[in-house]
């Protein structure tokens, strides 16, 4: 079953106006035309479609709250600052079937009263702008984009912006500071983009591919979409499959598959032999292969203790050293930290200090209970998602690598002799 | 001089978005495109457009890291040295990389040709160790095909 990859995996399928209108394209859009934004609302609020960026917070709610905002203008947001390391979906989704988002925009736009949407894409997507870029000019002279679209009375323009390489605009509050041409840092939330978005006025926020189930919701109904999947988890999800895994890519799979399933047939199993999974990229809490019969949705994956975040499954075999691992992570964290809040600017940079002492042989035992300790406070009390869920893969690892880790610290012995003891 | 190079282009960029601060990251890309870095005379000529102070304009150049304060390479080659690619040997790329053009990570070579930049994930994970060079994507990298491609650039005028 496939919703968003639907056009994509046709052979021949070019992703420009003709092969997107050839398969029912913009259908969608002129079936929600006809229809009350509110009957619009009620059919995504069936589909149970929640945010594929991380968060997984109801898209209904989203869309509902900003459209009973009465501040103008209004305005929709694309998120494909993909950045998180193991995530590559949106670029797929871009690159290969450009018209599916803008489709998905313009209903939006009409939904909740905007005229006006931006694509915020990250800097290094070079060729999904260029694509976009086309595709949004074909809209405009198709009439899907721009004023009195179809003859109705409503009006809509879409705007791409491009990011400059930091991971933290992919969080919505940094996204809207760095669209409104600031430093990509967050907001205090609430207040919510829906309500106090760009420029301060209501906007909808969505990641690529939560758009990108749209129209297939308008076309078919809720009904048909929640039917896809598990009860808890309705619909698709991609799964971006990275790491020692002997076929890496992005899948298409209702989100009631098993992590076991997802490994084994779609990735044609593990390179070597498996150490830890990252189930959703380097944010996320680590499993280990006693966790392999987990299904792959929010709350399962979230009961595992851990989280799926984008679906970004990263493998990692036994030829790996986890404390280096972990110390990549942290150095990761550390340069893409934005500085604003205290918690998430000086804890990223102590964890990378005591990772790197670990990997010389210079660390100390005390050090464990320390980076538990950072991994609560800033959790608690970082601003954003990045400095909350920057020390989860850590803190997992120490939770289920303790040895690994106490050998790296009391003997100073690397097993696998890549950390430079 | 600087400035010559862009100015056209910067104001066509802040007309079509109004003046508005929203115009700032699009006039930085288009300077940095043009230029190839950020001067001194081009931070101040955009505060002034856009009624902002300079150290605002370069807070904002500085914060994000595709924007140089320095002169790049006419390559500049990002290497992705993210966790996905890091499993599948991004270190020897980013050995042989430093051991072809005999320059550090973030240095560029003396003919001001290459830029080597260690950069997050670039959203290449199924084409895992991956690079860019400019806009170009190299994926699937062995130190052995690291080394055509920069003899490729180097045959470059």
């Known amino acids: 079953m496939k919703v968003v990859l639907k056009n994509i995996e046709k052979r021949g399928y070019k992703g420009n106006i003709d092969s997107y209108l050839k398969e029912g394209g913009y259908n969608a859009f002129k079936k929600a035309l006809k229809m009350k934004p509110d009957q619009i609302l009620f059919e995504i609020k069936k589909s149970k479609l929640v945010g594929r960026g991380g968060a ?9 709250f900003a459209k009973k905002c009465k501040e103008y203008p209004k305005y929709v947001v694309c998120n494909a600052d993909e950045g998180e390391p193991g995530t590559f979906k949106d670029r797929i989704i871009l690159e290969n ?41 074909e809209a405009e002279r198709n009439n899907f984009l721009g004023k009195n679209i179809l003859g109705s009375n409503f009006s809509f323009k879409i705007t791409l912006f491009r990011g400059a390489g ?14 409104e041409g600031k430093k990509g840092q967050s907001r205090v939330k609430p207040p919510f983009p829906t309500f106090v978005g760009f420029k301060n006025k209501p906007t909808v926020l969505n990641n690529v591919e939560t758009f990108a189930n749209i129209p297939e919701i308008i076309l078919k109904g809720g009904d048909w979409f929640s039917q896809i999947g598990s009860p808890l988890s309705c619909g698709t999800k991609l799964y971006c499959l990275s790491g020692d895994v002997n076929r890496p890519g992005v899948y298409e ?20 032999k498996l150490k830890a999974i990252l189930p959703g990229g380097v ?60 918690p998430c600017r000086e804890g990223t940079k102590r964890t990378r200090e005591i990772f790197a002492n670990i990997t010389q042989g210079q660390g100390n035992l005390s050090d464990i209970l320390l980076l538990k300790e950072l991994q609560e406070v800033m959790y608690d009390t970082s601003r954003c998602g990045l400095g909350q869920a920057a020390l989860n893969a850590v803190r997992s690892i120490i939770e ?22 | ?58 807070s904002v150049a ?32 980013l050995e042989t990389l430093k051991d072809e053009l005999n320059i550090e990570t973030g240095q560029t070579t003396k003919d001001k040709k290459f830029t080597i930049e260690a950069v997050s994930c670039l959203g290449l994970c199924d084409k895992a160790p991956a690079m860019m060079v400019n806009k170009e994507v190299y994926g699937n990298l062995t130190p052995k095909k690291v080394k055509k491609v920069i003899l490729q650039y180097k045959a470059k005028r």
């Not at chain 1, 997984?56 to 509902?64: Q, V």
């Not at chain 2, 960029?13 to 940095?32: D, I, M, R, Y």
């Open chain 1, 56 to 64: 997984a917070f109801p898209t209904e709610l989203k869309w509902e």
């Open chain 1, 97 to 137: 079937d450009p018209h599916l988002v803008l489709e998905a925009m313009i209903i939006c736009g009409f939904t909740v009263g905007a005229e006006e949407g931006f694509i915020y894409i990250r800097g290094e997507y070079f060729k999904a702008y260029e694509i976009l870029k086309r595709a949004i000019e």
């Open chain 1, 166 to 179: 930091s991971y933290v605009c992919g969080e919505e509050t940094a996204l809207l500071d760095s669209l």
């Open chain 1, 253 to 272: 799979l209702p989100a009631n598959i098993t992590l076991k399933e997802l490994i084994e047939k779609c990735g044609q199993g593990v390179r070597g």
């Open chain 1, 283 to 342: 944010s996320s809490n680590l499993l280990t292969d006693k966790e392999l019969n987990i299904t792959l949705d929010y709350p399962s994956v979230q009961k595992a203790g851990s989280m799926l975040g984008s679906g970004a499954v990263i493998i990692i075999n036994d030829s790996r050293c986890i404390v280096d691992l972990a110390k990549r992570c942290a150095e990761f964290f550390d340069y893409e930290s934005c500085g604003k809040c205290a």
């Open chain 1, 400 to 421: 289920k690598f303790p040895g690994e880790f106490k050998e790296h610290i009391s003997k100073k012995k690397c097993k696998l002799k890549i950390c430079p003891m």
């Open chain 2, 1 to 58: 001089m600087s400035l010559a190079k862009c100015e056209r282009e910067l104001k066509m960029v802040l007309k079509e978005c109004g003046n508005k601060n929203e115009a700032l990251l699009p006039c930085l890309h288009v300077a940095c495109e043009k230029c190839g870095y950020l001067t001194e005379e081009i931070i101040t000529f955009l505060a002034k457009e856009l009624n902002l102070p300079p150290v605002e304009v370069y």
């Open chain 2, 62 to 93: 500085t914060f994000y890291s595709m924007f140089n304060l320095q002169r790049q390479g006419k390559y500049v080659i990002r290497i992705c040295v993210s966790l996905p690619c890091y499993l599948r040997g991004s270190k020897k790329i």
